[in-house]
Structure formats: structure tokens, C-alpha cells
Nanobody, 114 residues
Framework: QVQLVESGGGLVQPGGSLRLSCAAS????????MGWFRQAPGKQRELVAS???????NYADSVKGRFTISRDNAKNTMYLQMNSLKPEDTAIYYC????????WGQGTQVTVSS
């Protein structure tokens, strides 16, 4: 079972940037699709962005043009570069490895506030 560990969250002012990392305990080379989800207080967990092993990317409308997802198979790590952050981006961010791995990270808090 692949274990995922997120890092890079924190407190940032509106308009600022953060880069989240998701480190896997094993190879992600064979994991076709990985993604970032987020969950704000009182809201359902939502898919923010996903990326396939072939590099195909999808983004939620709310983050298009501001967030960039990437993966480095050699380092077994996935990233989420977040720019022009808004208060509504405040949430716990989780990385996820889709079927057949179906594994979640523990989450990292992102708070956007002045």
C-alpha cells in the first residue's frame, strides 16, 4: 500500500503563493491518476486538480489559471503550485492516488488571510 504525505501548507496573505508537495512511500510511476482535493469547514471535499501518468491535467473552474499540478515520478512526488491565493482557498488539502491504489494523505492546512 502506497502511503502519501503532504507538506507545504501554511498561512499566507491574499495574493500570495504556496507550493504543496505529496511524497509517496513507493513508486508512483505506475499510478495512472493522482490528484489534490480540499475540504473547507462545513463543506464537502472537492477535487481541485488531477494529473495522469501521461501528463494530462484537469482543474476545478475555481482554480484554473492560478494553480498548477505536476508530478515527478523519479522523486515519487506530486506538487500543487498555488498562486494568487484567495481567502476562499482556505481548506485542508489532501493528495490522493486514484484506483487501484485508492490512498489518501493525512492533509495539510492552507489558510489565506490578512
Amino acid at each position: 500500500q502506497v502511503q502519501l504525505v503532504e507538506s507545504g501548507g501554511g498561512l499566507v496573505q491574499p495574493g500570495g503563493s504556496l507550493r504543496l508537495s505529496c511524497a509517496a512511500s513507493g513508486s508512483i510511476f505506475s499510478i495512472d491518476r493522482m490528484g489534490w482535493f480540499r475540504q473547507a469547514p462545513g463543506k464537502q471535499r472537492e477535487l481541485v486538480a488531477s494529473i495522469t501518468s501521461g501528463g494530462s491535467r484537469n482543474y476545478a473552474d475555481s482554480v484554473k489559471g492560478r494553480f498548477t499540478i505536476s508530478r515527478d515520478n523519479a522523486k515519487n512526488t506530486m506538487y500543487l503550485q498555488m498562486n494568487s491565493l484567495k481567502p476562499e482557498d482556505t481548506a485542508i488539502y489532501y493528495c490522493y492516488a486514484f484506483y487501484p491504489v485508492n490512498s489518501w494523505g493525512q492533509g495539510t492546512q492552507v489558510t489565506v488571510s490578512s
